[in-house]
């Protein structure tokens, strides 16, 4: 596995490797060195390699397609992992390192699989990085295009995280029959379900968890806070999380006069915030609609779920479909404060309503979205690929 980041942690990946590892494969995963670990450390499931990467080459990787820098990186990483071991599988995760997978496929005789987390060209184009003038220079947008399109094309087998994402490579020109749905379910035997209290009445309680960027919609929320606020009635919103965006979204609270009704968090493990799953009366995912959020899924929903906390989403396809599917919450529009304002008003005046929410939601992740049903996805693909 090639991955462009530290690891760990990363939920997604610890999953795949230990499915893949109680099947009966040996795995070995490449990723960035992380300061105070090993460069080469063996755990009961893999084997990780960690290579130490300048602060240039590490920032060339947003114009890779233009300037070969971060590619030659990983060549010459691929190349002493082959010297040393015999693979059958170079497994990439997310488009970038997709070349180097497809050359070591060529190279070396082995089985190519592109996992897709993101539909990374539309995530590109929506990134502060890329839309600054160096940025706009070094990235392409319709080079990422042409380059995912290619890079589909050429691989024996694509993973991809949501149906909506599936229909998308599949109209890329990819047969549907290459790409399997392995999604960003819950591994049950690694989160203790939450029982629910009865909600808080005396304050409506509302929870979000995860990335604090522009795309995640958090500016909505604090306006929607504000509009409730207005109409006499109090709101505690729990942001939790870390990004580029927070000092936005501090000046939005203070611009908004809603101090009071904002706690930030900041980073933390979930062990750290149980509490907060607990008194929360919703859970909030307001992903901006985009091609990059209608394509994937935070594995926080599922969480969600199984915590019993009822969903307020945003319209985001994917979203939409698993809310309304498992009727573990509602959707809005994710630029109309005006119409979150409205549901929170309603769910604060007949809190029996939140009732409707529970239990499905946490039987949906027993009964489908969780991670035995899609580990074994992925361990079905890997015996078909080495059939």
Known sequence: MLLDHPFPPDTRVEN??????????????????????????????????RFPISKFVYKSSVGVLKFPTYFNFWKN??????????????????????????????????????????????????????NTFLGKLLS???????????????????????????????????????????????????FDPIERKEFKTDKFRMLYVGGINYHRGIQYVIQAISIVKKRGVEV???????????????????????????????????????????????????????????????????????????MVVSNCDALVRIVNETKSGITYQYDNPEELADIIMELHHHPEKLNDYIQQGRQAVIDKYNWKVDGAKLVNLYERLLA
């Open 77 to 130: 990483i691929v190349k002493g992992l082959f010297q040393d071991e015999k693979f059958d599988v170079i497994h990439v995760h997310d488009l970038p390192l997709a070349k180097i997978g497809y050359e070591a496929k060529c190279k070396y005789g082995v089985r190519f699989v592109l996992d897709l987390h993101e539909n990374w060209p539309v995530l590109l184009q929506l990134s502060k990085h890329t």
């Open 140 to 190: 392409s947008n319709s080079q990422w295009i042409r380059y995912e399109k290619e890079m589909c094309q050429l691989a024996d087998k694509i993973i991809v995280v949501v149906d909506e994402a599936k229909d998308r490579v599949c109209r890329l020109g990819v047969p549907a029959e290459k790409i399997e749905v392995v999604s960003n379910t819950l591994n049950l035997d690694q």
């Open 16 to 49: 795949e490797i230990k499915s893949l590892a109680e099947a009966g494969h040996e795995v070995h995963i490449a990723c960035f060195h992380k300061e105070g670990k090993p460069l080469l450390e063996k755990t009961p499931y893999c084997t990780i390699h």
């Open 236 to 310: 505690l919103f729990d942001l939790v999380g870390d990004g580029s965006y927070l000092d936005d979204i501090k000046k939005l609270v203070e611009e908004m006069h809603v101090q009071d009704n904002v706690v930030i968090h900041g980073f933390k493990h979930y062990t750290q915030i149980c509490d907060l799953y607990e008194s929360a009366n919703v859970a909030l995912i307001p992903h901006v609609k985009s091609g990059h959020t209608d394509n994937t899924i935070p594995h926080k929903i599922f969480q969600y779920m199984y915590a019993q906390i009822p």
